[in-house]
């Protein structure tokens, strides 16, 4: 397993833009798909996006797609979730994941940070 650490959050105005950073320790990071995933107070974590391990493949839900960007750097061992025109309704704490492929379902990754929280004022 690795440990995984988050930063980036904070609190914007509707419409900005924040990065999210999620810090991974252990070996072979370029193996681990990572996905990023968020949970609002009183419902379910959902999946946000995920990036295999070269970077080449990455996956969005529909609700984020076109605002948010995930990407890696397999050097500094960290995956980004660039999060832009934000609206209300993308508050939430927000969690970074590691596991064996890249996929939607939290029941794929075995690692998980302890998260950081994105609050979007209207």
């Known amino acids: 397993q690795v440990q995984l650490v988050e930063s980036g959050g904070g609190l914007v105005q509707a419409g900005n833009s924040l990065r999210l950073s999620c810090a991974a320790s252990g070996r072979a990071f370029s193996s681990y798909a990572m996905g990023w995933f968020r949970q609002a107070p009183g419902k379910e974590r959902d999946f946000v996006a995920t990036?295999?391990?070269?970077?080449?493949?990455?996956y969005y839900a529909d609700s984020v797609k076109g605002r948010f960007t995930i990407s890696r750097d397999n050097v500094k061992n960290t995956v980004y979730l660039q999060v832009s025109s934000l609206k209300p309704e993308d508050t939430a704490v927000y969690y970074c994941?590691?596991?064996?492929?890249?996929?939607?379902?939290?029941?794929?990754?075995?690692?998980w940070g302890q998260g950081t929280q994105v609050t979007v004022s209207s």
């Open positions: 990036i295999n391990g070269s970077g080449g493949y990455r």
């Open positions: 994941a590691a596991g064996v492929r890249a996929s939607n379902s939290p029941s794929t990754y075995d690692s």
